[in-house]
């Protein structure tokens, strides 16, 4: 692919870029290296404030960056705009929180026979992040934010769609105050990541992608034994229980499945609805679904914009059409809008069977497949057949379904009566094919750090003073 800004509005390519070569991206993990070598040794209480400082930015560019993103992949200007909302909170966060989070951890010195003994974070370099364009700034910051807190470098190999916004990442941390080459973005092409994961100086790289992408980031960093976290494919189950709101069910459904135009891990994809409530359930969920404004992006009151690319469309239209040809009904939607830009209208589908490809794999688009269950056990179990497990979802107000559900779900994250979000204060991750490691939080911070185990035993001089003082006595 290109790197290329093309609005997918209109289908319009608005400007081009040229990759990097091969020695430009090696001059540039140069200078990785040489930032890392001071950086590392700022406090963290400086790394707060830059980190402050880049929120404060973030504040103030607020308006012109929410226009970016959409003009880059579509997605709505208020989603734009809580996008860069939220990231400037994750900075606050990692700014706030940050420092407590590096103090050296005690442990039991009398234990182990130490005058102290004790674990402290350290950085651990270069860390390279390959970020997909559906959340541009977001997926960037949330790998940033506690990367550079912890004092590591940042290599940011953004997605070729984004390449404005990915500049402006760079600028923003540059403005904010930060060392200089302390966060660089690579101008590249997916092809030239294995190169800067295998060269020395790189420590390490997390991928938010497909599951694809990281089975080949996973095998080239096992190749050269580097520490990945991969965040990848989700097809998070949606599940509604006849003790449920089911007006606020399918409210939150909707939201759920075409937050970001449909495009997110951590949509709910698949429903499972239990058979008493099903035909009520069904009836609300397409109403809200039919009414849902589809539009130009930039308009202030469209709630689904586009879908990012015209091959991601296609996509969609042939999990869509494979589906219906093998007996799939569709109750709204099931279309293209027509006219430039690459639409997609919200759909439902009902009458999902294992045949169909989109039972085991990943729908990226405004696209919801709904079930008809007779019991938790049954939704829980199908929606443990699937490869990923990302988020999930249960909605129920019986207590003894929501300890099931927790307790046999499939899935990094288990929300109860709610849709699955990330917030810098939960750990964000999947299990399965859904990759590995965990983002946010302290456990997000702790992936690209050395916790090194440190013991320290009596100063000889000590032990030299106390042999003399009782061989005086
Ligand atoms: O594709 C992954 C989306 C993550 C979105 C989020 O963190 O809210």
Avoid at 317 to 337: F, H, L, M, W
Wanted: some cysteine; hydrophobic content about 40%; glycine content about 8%.
């Amino acid at each position: 692919m290109a790197i290329a800004t093309i609005n997918p509005a209109t289908g319009e390519t608005l400007k081009t870029y040229e990759p990097l070569t091969d020695d430009a991206v090696d001059e540039r993990i140069g200078r990785a290296v040489e930032a890392f070598r001071a950086y590392r040794l700022t406090s963290p209480q400086e790394r707060a404030g830059w980190l402050r400082a880049a929120a404060d930015v973030l504040d103030a560019d607020a308006d012109a960056v929410a226009e970016l993103m959409v003009t880059e992949m579509g997605k709505t200007l208020a989603s734009a705009k809580a996008e860069v909302g939220k990231c400037a909170k994750g900075l606050r966060y990692y700014a706030e929180h940050g420092p407590a989070m590096l103090e050296p951890r005690p442990a039991d010195a009398g234990a182990v026979g130490a005058e102290d003994a004790y674990v402290v974070h350290q950085p651990i370099g270069v860390v390279l992040a390959v970020m997909p364009w559906n959340f541009p700034l977001w997926q960037a910051m949330r790998f940033a934010a506690p990367a550079l807190m912890a004092g590591n470098v940042g290599l940011l190999k953004h997605a070729s769609n984004v390449p404005q916004t990915a500049l402006y990442i760079e600028e923003l941390f540059r403005k904010a105050g930060f060392p200089a080459d302390v966060f660089q973005t690579l101008l590249v092409g997916s092809s030239a990541v294995e190169r800067v994961l295998r060269d020395d100086r790189v420590a390490a790289a997390t991928l938010t992608g497909s599951a694809p992408a990281g089975q080949s980031v996973a095998s080239i960093a096992g190749d050269v034994l580097k520490k990945t976290v991969l965040e990848l494919g989700g097809s998070d189950p949606y599940i509604v229980m006849p003790s449920a709101d089911l007006d606020r069910a399918a409210e939150v459904a909707v939201t759920a499945r075409c937050q970001n135009n449909g495009q997110s891990c951590i949509a709910a994809k698949r429903f499972f609805v239990h058979r008493d409530v099903a035909e009520e359930f069904t009836r609300l969920f397409a109403e809200k679904l039919s009414a849902l404004v589809v539009g130009d992006p930039m308009a202030e009151d469209t709630q689904v914009g586009p879908l990012a690319t015209e091959s991601g469309r296609e996509d969609v239209e042939k999990y869509v059409a494979d589906a219906v040809g093998k007996g799939a009904t569709v109750v709204t939607g099931g279309e293209r809008v027509d006219g430039p830009g690459w639409f997609y209208r919200p759909t439902l589908l009902t009458g999902v069977t294992p045949e169909m490809d989109l039972y085991a794999e990943e729908v990226f688009g405004p696209v919801a497949a709904l079930w008809t269950v007779d019991s938790l056990e049954e939704a829980v179990e199908i929606a443990n057949s699937h490869p990923y497990g990302l988020g999930s979802n249960l909605w129920s107000e019986d207590e003894q379904e929501r300890s099931t559900f927790i307790r046999d779900v499939q899935a990094g994250m288990a929300f109860v009566n709610g849709m699955v979000t990330s917030y810098p204060e939960l750990p964000f991750g999947g299990v399965k094919q859904s990759g590995y490691g965990r983002e946010l939080t302290e456990l997000g911070m702790y992936e690209f750090t050395n916790a090194k185990t440190v013991w320290i035993g009596p100063r000889s001089s000590q032990q030299a003073e106390g042999t003399t003082a009782s061989a005086s006595e």
